[in-house]
Every structure is written in structure tokens, then in C-alpha cells.
């Protein structure tokens, strides 16, 4: 299993991006799907997850501003960033749960190479 992330990018601050994940390779089912963050000399934290019936959370730091959407049919996910601040800057990774060839195997943790977002003032 591969992921494939891209869409990153420079923007001004007040500008918009959007992010895709696409999975691929011998996939049983997807779970959950998420984008992470990373900024300089901080923890990767959650911005955004989304579960396989819909369902989705986000920072508070994003909330009104990103949103987090998927296609089951090309394995992808999206994050869509309006209203980009400074502080929105760093990488990107995403994040699927799957589960791979067979029903009873488990379900395992991926992520993306990471895709960087920098937001200037």
C-alpha cells in the first residue's frame, strides 16, 4: 500500500490550497482517513480525520477554515484550507487506516510522504 500526497504549496495569508491522498495497492477496505501537521520544532499533530461512514473532527484551530472530505471510489482524501494563516504553515501528512487483501486481516496505519504548506504574512 502507497500513499500519494500533493497540493501543497506558498500562499499568502487569506489564501486557500487543497490537499489530496491518493491510496493504492492490494486494499480490502479503507477506515478512517486524516491529515496531520507539522510545524518547525513542534509534535505532528491532528488536523483533521474522517471516518468511513462520514463522520468527521477537527482541530479547533482549523474549525470554519479546512474541510475534510473523501472518495471511496479513488481511495483519495481531500482537505480543503480557506482563510490560511501564518500558523497553518508545515507539513502535511495524511493518514488511512487499511486493511489489506483478505476480510480477516488487520488493519494497519499509512502514511504520506508529506506535502509542505507554507502560509506567508
Known amino acids: 500500500v502507497q500513499l500519494q500526497a500533493s497540493g501543497g504549496g506558498l500562499v499568502q495569508a487569506g489564501g486557500s490550497l487543497r490537499l489530496s491522498c491518493e491510496a493504492s495497492?492490494?486494499?480490502?477496505?479503507?477506515?478512517?482517513m486524516g491529515w496531520y501537521r507539522q510545524a518547525p520544532g513542534k509534535q505532528r499533530e491532528l488536523v483533521a480525520v474522517?471516518?468511513?461512514?462520514?463522520?468527521?473532527n477537527y482541530a479547533d484551530s482549523v474549525k470554519g477554515r479546512f474541510t475534510i472530505s473523501r472518495d471511496n471510489a479513488k481511495n483519495t482524501v481531500y482537505l480543503q484550507m480557506n482563510s490560511l494563516k501564518p500558523e497553518d504553515t508545515g507539513v502535511y501528512y495524511c493518514?488511512?487506516?487499511?486493511?489489506?487483501?483478505?476480510?480477516?486481516?488487520?488493519?494497519?496505519?499509512?502514511w504520506g510522504q508529506g506535502t509542505q504548506v507554507t502560509v506567508s504574512s
Open positions: 493518514n488511512v487506516r487499511i486493511k489489506g487483501g483478505r476480510w480477516y486481516q488487520p488493519e494497519y496505519d499509512y
Open positions: 495497492g492490494t486494499i480490502f477496505s479503507i477506515n478512517a
Open positions: 474522517i471516518s468511513s461512514g462520514g463522520s468527521t
